[in-house]
C-alpha cells in the first residue's frame, strides 16, 4: 500500500514563504520522479514542478525562480520551497510519486491528498 502525506500548506501574506512536505510510504524497489500539481478554484489541475531521482528538476514558467523543489531519497520525501508568494498562488497543492512496479516493469503515479495553500493579506 503506497500513501502520500502532505505537510506544511496554509495561511501566507503575499511576498511571503511556504514549504510544503510530502512522504511517500512505500516498501517498493523505488521511487522514480516525484512533483507538485495545484488546482485553484474553479481552474484545471496544473503541473507546478517535478524532480527525478536523480535530483534533475524541472518547473513551469510562472514558478521559475520563485519556487524550488527538492526531495530526499533515504526519506522518501519531496518539498516545494516557496517564496514570493502572490495571490495568484492560491490553491490545493497535490504531490505525487511515480512509484515502481515490483514485478514488472514501468511504475504507476499515486498522489497526495492535497495541502491548501492560500496567499492572502
Known amino acids: 500500500q503506497v500513501q502520500l502525506v502532505e505537510s506544511g500548506g496554509g495561511l501566507v501574506q503575499p511576498g511571503g514563504s511556504l514549504t510544503l512536505s510530502c512522504a511517500v510510504s512505500?516498501?517498493?524497489?523505488?521511487?522514480?520522479?516525484m512533483g507538485w500539481y495545484r488546482q485553484a478554484t474553479g481552474n484545471q489541475r496544473e503541473w507546478v514542478a517535478d524532480?527525478?531521482?536523480?535530483?534533475?528538476?524541472a518547473y513551469a514558467d510562472s514558478e521559475k525562480g520563485r519556487f524550488t523543489i527538492s526531495r530526499d531519497n533515504a526519506k522518501n520525501t519531496v518539498y516545494l520551497q516557496m517564496n514570493s508568494l502572490n495571490p495568484e498562488d492560491t490553491a490545493v497543492y497535490f504531490c505525487?510519486?511515480?512509484?515502481?512496479?515490483?514485478?514488472?516493469?514501468?511504475?504507476?503515479?499515486?498522489w497526495g491528498q492535497g495541502t491548501q495553500v492560500t496567499v492572502s493579506s
Open positions: 505525487f510519486a511515480d512509484v515502481r512496479r515490483i514485478l514488472a516493469s514501468g511504475a504507476d503515479r499515486y
Open positions: 512505500t516498501s517498493t524497489v523505488g521511487i522514480d520522479a
Open positions: 524532480i527525478t531521482s536523480g535530483g534533475r528538476s
